[in-house]
């Protein structure tokens, strides 16, 4: 897969795919779709990837808590899915794969 083989070009890419592993060992209890949208409940004078960060910690939070409380997780476990490092990495790759996407839209 291109994303596959784009994240294990870097250290960063590799640990940010064993942490994605981790997270979909999760099954069901952190499953869902999460769509962001550029402008969409975002604070004022905030960019797309400052948004994006803040939405997708909102979110995931609000998943470890979840399975912590109701699936009976063990917390360590469900706090490591809102890993700041690994937020910071995720979008981090996302936006240079949106800018990968962009040159490439250009030619």
Do not use: H
Not at 10 to 39: C, F, H, I, P, T
């Amino acid at each position: 897969c291109i994303i596959t083989g784009f994240l294990q070009g870097s250290q960063e890419g590799a640990k940010l795919l064993e942490w994605g592993k981790e997270l979909v060992s999760n099954g069901k209890n952190v499953s869902g779709e999460l769509r962001y949208y550029e402008g969409r409940d975002a604070e004022d004078g905030e960019s797309f990837f400052e948004q994006l960060a803040r939405q997708l910690l909102d979110n995931l939070s609000f998943a470890s808590n979840r399975m912590i409380e109701e699936v009976g997780i063990e917390a360590a476990k469900a706090k490591r899915i809102v890993d700041p490092e690994m937020l910071k990495i995720l979008i981090q790759q996302i936006d240079l794969m949106t800018q990968l996407f962009q040159d490439a839209s250009k030619n």
